[in-house]
């Protein structure tokens, strides 16, 4: 089993940059690709950013690609991510995620993710 917590929501301005971080417990062998993934209310979880193994792959959502960063940590259990020029739209619960499945085969899907955080706030003001 594998514990999440997600850290480093907030209320920032348009404009302005957070970084989120994810801590991961548990049986690190069970899990090889991580992600975030985000949830406005009303609205589907969606697909955010996600990163390999090994740490040397990212994939991102078209809507974050340029303005987010993903990264991880192998040894420190962690992964972080990095948002810049963030936009009101990007307001939403952020949720990290682990998936057995590499990169390419777990990608955006959510129901390839088993181990999920209780999320954390990302509120962005216009």
């Known amino acids: 089993q594998v514990q999440m917590v997600e850290s480093g929501g907030g209320l920032v301005q348009a404009g302005g940059s957070l970084r989120l971080s994810c801590a991961t417990s548990?049986?690190?062998?069970?899990?090889?690709?991580m992600g975030w993934f985000r949830q406005a209310p009303g609205k589907e979880r969606d697909f955010v950013a996600a990163?390999?193994?090994?740490?040397?792959?990212?994939n991102y959502a078209d809507s974050v690609k340029g303005r987010f960063t993903i990264s991880r940590d192998i040894a420190k259990n962690m992964m972080y991510l990095q948002m810049n020029s963030l936009k009101p739209e990007d307001t939403a619960v952020y949720f990290c995620?682990?998936?057995?499945?590499?990169?390419?085969?777990?990608?955006?899907?959510?129901?390839?993710?088993?181990?999920w955080g209780q999320g954390t706030q990302v509120t962005v003001s216009s």
């Open positions: 548990g049986r690190s062998d069970s899990y090889y690709t």
């Open positions: 995620a682990t998936s057995s499945y590499t990169l390419d085969a777990a990608y955006a899907d959510p129901k390839r993710y088993t181990s």
């Open positions: 990163v390999s193994g090994r740490a040397n792959s990212t």
